[in-house]
Structure formats: structure tokens, C-alpha cells
């Protein structure tokens, strides 16, 4: 019984560290969307920019925006 309840106090102990985690990386995902977006703006034939771009709207879930970056990105 007492390993059990060490074991569930463990786990919440990690609760907070994930949270952060998931946090920082949906920051870090909106600057680079920002950075690419500041890129294809001032180039809007730089087919690299929005290849990432599409890699990161997929990551964040946002399909449509995704699906958009990607057809830029093999536009002639």
C-alpha cells in the first residue's frame, strides 16, 4: 500500500513539469511560425518557409493552415 501511494505522489510530482514542457514547445512552435511568416513575407517565393511552415501548423494541429502552406510551397 505504501508503495503504491509513493508511486501516485511521484506521478503527480511530474504533472507541473509536463505542463511546462507543452507550454514552452507551443511557444517556441509560435515563434518559428512567426519567424517563417516574416519570411515568405518579405520573399513570397521562398518555397523552404513555407514547407516549415506547413511542418509547424501540423504540429500545433492546424490542419487547414497546413494544407495552405504546402500548396504555396509547390506553387510554380
Known amino acids: ?3 503504491w501511494i509513493f508511486a ?3 506521478s503527480l510530482s511530474f504533472v507541473p513539469v509536463s505542463y511546462c514542457q507543452a507550454q514552452d514547445k507551443d511557444e ?3 515563434a518559428a511560425i512567426k519567424s517563417f511568416l ?3 513575407e518579405k520573399n513570397p517565393k521562398y518555397a523552404e518557409a513555407y514547407y516549415n511552415l506547413g511542418i509547424l501548423y501540423g504540429e500545433k494541429g492546424l490542419t487547414d493552415e497546413a494544407i495552405a ?3 504555396k510551397n509547390n506553387r510554380d
Open 38 to 40: 516574416q519570411a515568405v
Open 69 to 71: 502552406a504546402y500548396k
Open 28 to 30: 517556441s512552435l509560435d
Open 8 to 10: 501516485m505522489i511521484m
Open 1 to 3: 500500500m505504501k508503495m
